[in-house]
C-alpha cells in the first residue's frame, strides 16, 4: 500500500505545479515579494525552518505542514517536533513528510534528543502523567504513569538513554535508531577565538578565508587602540568576524572562496544578538544585519539561497493586481484607512481614482468609485463594469448579484461578467427573485451580500418540528435551495457540510454529489480543515471536486495548481491504467540499478580524478618552475565537463528555473556547452572554469548580477536592459564588447 501511495505521489507531483496566489508590495523599495517568502515578524528561524505566528516552512519558503503551529520544540535527525492547538503535539519526518506521531490533548515535550521526544499527558485524574518516549520512527519504545517527574535524554556512543533526574539509574537504554530515508552526515565542527590584538592565529584565519588585504588592514587597525576585541567563529566553510569596542562595533561574514556576505557596522543594542547559524552547506544572515529586517540564507559558494522579506508596512495583494502594479497598468497605489478592519486599497487606472478591499474573481476585481458606487475591473487593468451599483457582491462562477437603487426603490439583480442582467427576464422573475432575497433572509441583523451568494448558509428560523433550516443559492442550476445541514462549502458538483445533531448517522463533515445525490463521510467533528477554491482538506486528508470527487491522500495543494490541459485522475485509475507489466517493472528496475551502478563508479572515479587534481594544485602552487608540466598532466585527467547535464539539474519556481542546488558546486563537472539556459535567474551563479554559452537577453528577468562569467561563451553582446551590476567577464570579453559597442555606434 505504502509502494502504491508512493507512487501516486510522484505522479501528482508531475501534474501540478507551483502557484503563488498572493503578493507583497513594498511601496518603498517597489518590490514585489511572493507570500510565502514574507513575513511580519519571524518567531524563530533555523538552518532547518522558519517559524513565524502559525506558519512552519523550510529555509526555501514551502510549508513543513499545514497545521497551524504554536510552539516548535526540537528539529534533528530528519524530525521536527511541534505543538498545534489543544496542546496536541505532532511529530513530522522532513525526508518522507509523514507525521510519524501525534498525540493526545494536553501534551508537552520534556526533552529531546537526536529524533526521540519525552512526551507527558496529563491523565486529569488524581493528576498523574503518562511518560511516553517515542523514537525517529514513531513508535513507542518506553512508557510509565506516575506523579510528575523530570526527566533527560543523552546519546553516549551512538545509545539513547533516558534518565529520571536525581536518580543514578536509567529508565530506558537502546541502540539509536534514526528516521526513515535519514543518513547521517558529517558535518564540521563551529570553532571560536577571542583576541585583544592582531595575531598569526588571526591572520591565519583571515587567510584561510581569502579575505582582501583591505579587510585585513581595517582589522589589524581596529585591534590597535584600547579596549577592542575581536570575535571570529567559523567552520570548514563559513567565517564570520566580530569587531567589539565602544564606539565602533563591525560584523564580517565570508565563504571559504572569499566570498563577503556581509561587511557593515552595527548598532551597539544587535551586537550580542547577530550570530549567524551555520554548517558546512548553508548559513543563515540574522534579521539584525539587515536594515529591513530580512533574514537570508546562502549556501557555501556564497549564492542566495532564499530570503525572508519583512513586510511591515507593506501592501498585501492578490496575483493578479501584483501584475497589474508591476506592468504600470495601475498607478498611485497606495493604502487607504479602512474602519472594517481589512486593507483597503487606492489606486488609479487611467485618471479614474479607484478603491478596493478585495480581490480578483473569475478575472474580475471589485472596485468603488469616489462616489461609493460599485463596479468591476478586469485582468489588463480596465475598467469593463463601471461603477454604477448600491452593493455588490465579487463574482462566483460567472455570476455576481448586485443592488440597485431606483426611486428610493431597492431590487437586487443577478449580472455576467459583462454586466449584462441575468434576472431581469420579465419583470415577474425578478420580483421573484427579489422576495426570497428580501423576506426569506430578512433577520434581525443585515446579511453580507457577499455571504448570499458564494459558499456560505443562511439560517432561516426552525421548521415545523423546530428543526434549524439552511436556505443556499446553488451556483449550478442557479436556484435557491433549502438544505437541513449547515453548508460549510459549495462546489460546482459537490456540497460539503456539516452535521451537528445526529440520531441515526454519524456527527461531522459529510460531501454529497449534487448530481447522484451520494453522501460520503469526511471526518468527525473538531478535525484539522481547511477549504479552498480549488481543494479542500478535512481529517488531512486532500480532496479535489471537479467532475468527480478525488482523493489525494495526504498530498499538499497549499501553493499548487493544476497545470493546464491536465485531467486529474485517482489513486486507483492511476495504478488500473498502468500500462508497464511486472516484468516490465522489474527490467525497469535493474536497468536503474545498473545506471545507479554506472553512476557511482563515474562518481568514483570523478572523486579520485580529483584528488589527483588537488594534489597537482598544491604542487603548482610550490613548485612554480614545473606549472607547465602540471598544467599537462592536469588537462590529462579529463575531469572538467565529463559528466552529462542529469534530468534534476533544474527547479520550476514561480514560473522560472533555478540550478538545483545540489550541482551548483560542481558545475565545472557538466557539459554545459549546449545547455539552453533561457528563463534561467542566474543572479550570483559562479561558471568560472564552465563551458557554459549564454543569451543574456533570454536569463529570467535580464539578471546576470553578481555572476561570474568569466569562462562563459556569449551567444549575444546585446546587453539592452540587462542587469550587469558586480558581474565578472574575461579581459577578452570587456575588448570585444567594446568593439561591437563601437560598431553599433559605427551602424547608426
Same mark, same amino acid.
Given at each position: 500500500?505504502?509502494?502504491? %501511495?508512493?507512487?501516486?505521489?510522484?505522479?501528482? +507531483?508531475?501534474? @501540478?505545479?507551483? =502557484?503563488?496566489?498572493?503578493?507583497?508590495?513594498?511601496?518603498? &523599495?517597489?518590490?514585489?515579494? /511572493?507570500?510565502?517568502?514574507?513575513?511580519?515578524?519571524?518567531?524563530?528561524?533555523?538552518?532547518?525552518?522558519?517559524?513565524h505566528?502559525?506558519?512552519l516552512?523550510?529555509?526555501?519558503?514551502?510549508?513543513?505542514?499545514?497545521?497551524?503551529?504554536?510552539?516548535?520544540?526540537?528539529?534533528?535527525? $530528519?524530525?521536527? &517536533?511541534?505543538?498545534?492547538p489543544?496542546?496536541?503535539?505532532?511529530?513530522?519526518?522532513?525526508?518522507?513528510?509523514?507525521?510519524?506521531?501525534?498525540?493526545?490533548?494536553?501534551?508537552?515535550?520534556?526533552?529531546?534528543?537526536?529524533?526521540? !521526544?519525552?512526551?507527558?499527558?496529563?491523565?486529569?485524574?488524581?493528576?498523574?502523567?503518562?511518560?511516553?518516549?517515542?523514537?525517529?520512527?514513531?513508535?513507542?519504545?518506553?512508557?510509565?504513569?506516575?506523579?510528575?517527574?523530570?526527566?533527560?535524554?543523552?546519546?553516549?556512543?551512538?545509545?539513547?538513554?533516558?534518565?529520571?533526574?536525581?536518580? %543514578?539509574?536509567?529508565?530506558?537504554?537502546?541502540?539509536?535508531?534514526?528516521?526513515?530515508g535519514?543518513?547521517l552526515? =558529517?558535518?564540521?565542527?563551529?570553532?571560536?577565538?577571542?583576541?585583544?590584538?592582531?595575531?598569526?592565529?588571526?591572520?591565519?584565519?583571515?587567510?584561510?578565508?581569502?579575505?582582501?588585504k583591505?579587510?585585513?588592514?581595517?582589522?589589524?587597525?581596529?585591534?590597535?587602540?584600547?579596549?577592542?576585541?575581536?570575535h571570529?567563529?567559523?567552520?570548514?566553510?563559513?567565517?564570520?568576524?566580530?569587531?567589539?569596542?565602544?564606539?565602533?562595533? #563591525?560584523?564580517?561574514?565570508?565563504?571559504?572562496?572569499?566570498?563577503?556576505?556581509? !561587511?557593515?557596522?552595527?548598532?551597539?543594542?544587535?551586537?550580542? #544578538?547577530?550570530?549567524?547559524?551555520?554548517?558546512?552547506?548553508?548559513?543563515?544572515?540574522?534579521?539584525?544585519?539587515?536594515?529591513?529586517?530580512?533574514?537570508?540564507?546562502? %549556501?557555501?559558494?556564497?549564492?542566495?539561497?532564499?530570503? @525572508?522579506?519583512n513586510?511591515?508596512?507593506?501592501?498585501?495583494?492578490?496575483?493578479t493586481?501584483?501584475?497589474?502594479?508591476?506592468?504600470?497598468?495601475?498607478?498611485?497605489? $497606495? =493604502?487607504?484607512?479602512s474602519?472594517?478592519?481589512?486593507?483597503?486599497?487606492?489606486?488609479?487606472?487611467?485618471?479614474?481614482?479607484?478603491?478596493?478591499?478585495?480581490?480578483?474573481?473569475?478575472?474580475?476585481?471589485?472596485?468603488?468609485?469616489?462616489? $461609493?458606487?460599485?463596479?468591476?475591473?478586469?485582468?489588463?487593468?480596465?475598467?469593463?463594469?463601471?461603477?454604477?451599483?448600491?452593493?455588490?457582491?465579487?463574482?462566483?462562477?460567472?455570476?455576481?448579484?448586485?443592488?440597485?437603487?431606483?426611486?428610493?426603490?431597492?431590487?437586487? +439583480?443577478?449580472?455576467?461578467?459583462?454586466?449584462?442582467?441575468?434576472?431581469? %427576464?420579465?419583470?415577474?422573475?425578478?420580483?421573484?427573485?427579489n422576495?426570497?432575497?428580501?423576506? &426569506?433572509?430578512?433577520?434581525?441583523?443585515?446579511?453580507?451580500?457577499?455571504?448570499?451568494?458564494?459558499?456560505?448558509?443562511?439560517k432561516?428560523?426552525?421548521?415545523?418540528? =423546530?428543526?434549524?433550516?439552511?436556505?443556499?443559492?446553488?451556483?449550478?442550476?442557479?436556484?435557491?435551495?433549502? *438544505?437541513?445541514?449547515?453548508?460549510?462549502?459549495?462546489?460546482?458538483?459537490?456540497?460539503v457540510?456539516?452535521?451537528?445533531?445526529?440520531? @441515526?448517522?454519524?456527527?461531522?463533515?459529510?460531501?454529497?454529489?449534487? #448530481?447522484t445525490?451520494?453522501?460520503?463521510?469526511?471526518? *468527525?467533528?473538531?478535525?484539522?480543515?481547511?477549504?479552498?477554491?480549488?481543494?479542500?482538506?478535512?481529517?488531512?486528508?486532500?480532496?479535489?471536486?471537479?467532475?468527480?470527487?478525488?482523493?489525494?491522500?495526504?498530498?499538499?495543494?497549499?501553493?499548487?495548481?493544476?497545470?493546464?490541459?491536465?485531467?486529474?485522475?485517482?489513486k486507483?485509475?492511476?495504478?488500473?491504467?498502468?500500462?508497464?507489466?511486472?516484468?516490465?517493472?522489474?527490467?525497469?528496475?535493474?536497468?536503474?540499478?545498473?545506471?545507479?551502478?554506472?553512476?557511482?563508479?563515474?562518481?568514483?572515479?570523478?572523486? #579520485?580524478?580529483?584528488?589527483?587534481?588537488?594534489?597537482?594544485?598544491?604542487?603548482?602552487?610550490?613548485?612554480?618552475?614545473?606549472?607547465?608540466?602540471?598544467?599537462?598532466?592536469?588537462?590529462?585527467?579529463?575531469?572538467?565537463?565529463?559528466?552529462?547535464?542529469?534530468?534534476?539539474?533544474?527547479?520550476?519556481?514561480?514560473?522560472?528555473?533555478?540550478?538545483? /542546488?545540489?550541482?551548483?558546486?560542481?558545475?565545472?563537472?557538466?557539459?554545459?556547452?549546449?545547455?539552453?539556459?533561457?528563463?534561467?535567474?542566474?543572479?550570483?551563479?559562479?561558471?568560472?572554469?564552465?563551458?557554459?554559452?549564454?543569451?543574456?537577453?533570454?536569463?529570467?528577468?535580464?539578471?546576470?548580477?553578481?555572476?561570474?562569467?568569466?569562462?562563459?561563451?556569449?551567444?549575444?553582446?546585446?546587453?539592452?536592459?540587462?542587469?550587469?551590476?558586480?558581474?565578472? @567577464?574575461?579581459?577578452?570579453?570587456?575588448?570585444?564588447?567594446?568593439? *561591437?559597442?563601437?560598431?553599433?555606434?559605427?551602424?547608426?
Open positions: 500500500m505504502q509502494e502504491e %501511495d508512493s507512487k501516486y505521489e510522484k505522479y501528482l +507531483e508531475k501534474v @501540478f505545479e507551483a =502557484k503563488d496566489d498572493y503578493y507583497y508590495i513594498n511601496l518603498e &523599495t517597489k518590490e514585489v515579494i /511572493p507570500e510565502h517568502m514574507s513575513v511580519v515578524r519571524i518567531d524563530e528561524a533555523t538552518l532547518d525552518y522558519v517559524y505566528y502559525d506558519i516552512q523550510d529555509i526555501e519558503g514551502n510549508l513543513i505542514t499545514e497545521d497551524k503551529v504554536t510552539r516548535v520544540f526540537d528539529c534533528s535527525k $530528519g524530525i521536527i &517536533t511541534y505543538q498545534k489543544g496542546y496536541v503535539v505532532v511529530m513530522k519526518n522532513l525526508i518522507t513528510g509523514e507525521k510519524i506521531y501525534e498525540s493526545d490533548y494536553y501534551s508537552l515535550v520534556l526533552a529531546s534528543k537526536d529524533g526521540y !521526544n519525552l512526551l507527558r499527558t496529563y491523565l486529569g485524574n488524581n493528576e498523574y502523567y503518562e511518560y511516553v518516549l517515542i523514537n525517529p520512527r514513531g513508535e513507542k519504545v518506553f512508557k510509565t504513569k506516575s506523579l510528575e517527574k523530570s526527566y533527560s535524554i543523552d546519546n553516549f556512543d551512538g545509545f539513547i538513554r533516558l534518565y529520571q533526574k536525581g536518580k %543514578d539509574y536509567i529508565d530506558f537504554k537502546e541502540k539509536m535508531v534514526l528516521a526513515k535519514y543518513k552526515k =558529517k558535518s564540521s565542527r563551529i570553532y571560536s577565538v577571542e583576541e585583544c590584538e592582531y595575531t598569526k592565529e588571526v591572520e591565519g584565519l583571515l587567510d584561510k578565508f581569502k579575505i582582501s583591505e579587510i585585513k588592514i581595517l582589522v589589524k587597525r581596529y585591534l590597535e587602540i584600547k579596549n577592542r576585541m575581536v571570529l567563529r567559523y567552520n570548514d566553510m563559513f567565517l564570520e568576524v566580530l569587531l567589539t569596542g565602544k564606539d565602533e562595533e #563591525r560584523a564580517i561574514i565570508a565563504t571559504l572562496e572569499g566570498k563577503i556576505l556581509y !561587511n557593515d557596522r552595527i548598532e551597539y543594542f544587535y551586537l550580542w #544578538r547577530i550570530e549567524s547559524e551555520f554548517n558546512d552547506e548553508v548559513i543563515m544572515i540574522p534579521s539584525s544585519l539587515d536594515i529591513h529586517n530580512n533574514i537570508s540564507y546562502y %549556501d557555501a559558494h556564497g549564492n542566495l539561497v532564499s530570503r @525572508f522579506f513586510v511591515t508596512g507593506s501592501l498585501w495583494v492578490d496575483k493586481l501584483a501584475n497589474l502594479y508591476k506592468l504600470g497598468k495601475i498607478t498611485n497605489l $497606495g =493604502k487607504e484607512k474602519y472594517s478592519g481589512r486593507r483597503k486599497l487606492s489606486f488609479k487606472v487611467g485618471e479614474k481614482i479607484l478603491k478596493t478591499q478585495y480581490e480578483f474573481k473569475d478575472n474580475r476585481l471589485k472596485v468603488t468609485d469616489e462616489k $461609493g458606487l460599485f463596479g468591476f475591473i478586469d485582468d489588463n487593468g480596465e475598467v469593463v463594469i463601471e461603477p454604477q451599483y448600491y452593493e455588490a457582491d465579487n463574482f462566483y462562477y460567472g455570476t455576481a448579484k448586485v443592488k440597485r437603487k431606483n426611486n428610493n426603490e431597492e431590487y437586487i +439583480e443577478v449580472i455576467d461578467i459583462n454586466g449584462e442582467v441575468l434576472s431581469k %427576464d420579465d419583470d415577474t422573475k425578478r420580483k421573484e427573485f422576495r426570497y432575497y428580501s423576506g &426569506t433572509f430578512k433577520m434581525p441583523y443585515t446579511l453580507s451580500f457577499s455571504k448570499q451568494l458564494e459558499y456560505t448558509n443562511y432561516e428560523a426552525k421548521d415545523f418540528w =423546530k428543526n434549524d433550516v439552511y436556505y443556499y443559492y446553488d451556483i449550478r442550476d442557479s436556484k435557491l435551495l433549502m *438544505s437541513k445541514y449547515e453548508l460549510v462549502r459549495q462546489y460546482e458538483n459537490y456540497l457540510y456539516l452535521v451537528k445533531k445526529a440520531y @441515526f448517522n454519524e456527527k461531522g463533515y459529510y460531501v454529497v454529489d449534487k #448530481r445525490k451520494e453522501k460520503t463521510f469526511l471526518g *468527525s467533528l473538531g478535525v484539522n480543515t481547511r477549504f479552498c477554491d480549488e481543494y479542500f482538506v478535512v481529517d488531512d486528508i486532500t480532496y479535489y471536486p471537479k467532475d468527480e470527487l478525488i482523493n489525494l491522500g495526504h498530498f499538499n495543494l497549499f501553493y499548487r495548481k493544476l497545470k493546464k490541459g491536465i485531467r486529474l485522475v485517482s486507483d485509475e492511476y495504478l488500473k491504467n498502468r500500462i508497464i507489466t511486472l516484468e516490465e517493472e522489474d527490467e525497469e528496475e535493474k536497468k536503474r540499478e545498473e545506471e545507479k551502478a554506472l553512476l557511482e563508479r563515474q562518481r568514483a572515479d570523478l572523486l #579520485r580524478k580529483k584528488k589527483e587534481n588537488a594534489a597537482l594544485e598544491q604542487e603548482k602552487a610550490n613548485l612554480l618552475a614545473k606549472i607547465k608540466d602540471l598544467e599537462a598532466k592536469q588537462h590529462n585527467l579529463h575531469i572538467l565537463h565529463s559528466l552529462v547535464v542529469p534530468g534534476d539539474f533544474y527547479v520550476e519556481l514561480n514560473g522560472y528555473k533555478v540550478i538545483n /542546488p545540489k550541482y551548483i558546486k560542481e558545475l565545472k563537472d557538466y557539459d554545459l556547452l549546449t545547455y539552453d539556459f533561457s528563463n534561467f535567474s542566474l543572479r550570483g551563479v559562479n561558471f568560472k572554469g564552465t563551458n557554459a554559452a549564454i543569451n543574456p537577453q533570454n536569463v529570467y528577468n535580464k539578471d546576470i548580477s553578481g555572476a561570474d562569467l568569466s569562462d562563459v561563451t556569449l551567444l549575444s553582446y546585446d546587453f539592452r536592459d540587462v542587469n550587469m551590476e558586480e558581474t565578472t @567577464f574575461t579581459n577578452e570579453f570587456v575588448q570585444m564588447y567594446q568593439e *561591437s559597442v563601437l560598431k553599433l555606434k559605427k551602424k547608426k
